[in-house]
């Protein structure tokens, strides 16, 4: 009976100590979230398993790490955004001018460009069906206007003819055009109307049509 009770003495003990531990261990965790806004992510107990501490330190990075992450989503979302919003303005524009050119609306502007020139409107209009519906990207929106080798002298003329067409049109006809059409961004291509007029002014330097660029 005596052996029995000593054991059963010495498991108690064994239990109390360990709960002790236990206690000690949520003490010091507590103790360190209390204090972790004014210091060092760091333990110095001793008494704290390597693992716990272990386990807090990943919690506190991932919580510091989150505004980071939600504020580099955040400019990636507006990044695709303002491109899918720009991303048709070059080809949009092309399109509207072409339009413009073979219409009714261009008559007065082009019988005496024509005249100039030496060239008949119904060739004019020709060369600018042909020219419509490749006028997709900057790079052919810039050799619509561009005299380039290899052209042929009625193609240079044509080229210029089609230019000052372009430029009436961006200057007094394109506000209507962005309003009263079916367009999207409307906004987005109105902020745009001056960087595309410059553009057409000179072809050579259309490399580039981005937003905060002149």
């Known amino acids: 009976m005596i052996g029995s009770y000593n054991y059963f003495s010495f498991r108690i003990i064994l239990s109390m100590r360990h709960l002790k ?3 000690s261990c949520v003490k010091d965790v507590n ?3 209390e204090t972790s806004d004014t210091e060092d992510h760091s333990f110095h107990d001793k008494r704290m398993p390597n693992q716990s501490v272990l386990q807090v330190k990943k919690i506190v990075i991932k919580l510091d790490t989150q505004p980071i992450k939600r504020k580099r989503r955040k400019r990636r979302t507006k990044a695709r955004e303002r491109n899918l919003r720009t991303k048709n303005i070059v080809k949009n524009y ?3 001018i072409a339009s413009f050119a073979v219409s009714g609306l261009a008559t007065p502007y082009l019988t005496p460009l024509c005249e100039e020139y030496k060239i008949s409107s119904e ?3 020709e060369y600018v069906i042909n020219r419509k519906e490749y006028l ?4 052919s929106f810039r050799s619509a206007f561009l005299a380039e080798e290899g052209d042929s002298d009625l193609e240079v003329i044509f080229k210029k003819v089609f230019q000052q067409i372009a430029i009436i049109f961006v200057k007094y006809f394109s506000v209507n055009w962005i309003y009263s059409g079916k367009l999207l961004y409307k906004k987005e291509h109105l902020d745009f109307r001056g960087k595309i007029l410059r553009r057409i002014q000179n072809p050579e330097s259309f490399t580039y049509l981005k937003a905060g660029r002149r």
Not at 136 to 139: D, K
Request: proline share 0%; hydrophobic share 30%.
């Open 21 to 23: 531990k236990k206690i």
């Open 31 to 33: 103790t360190y979230e």
């Open 94 to 96: 092309g399109k509207a």
């Open 123 to 125: 060739q004019f209009v």
């Open 136 to 139: 997709n990207n900057i790079g």
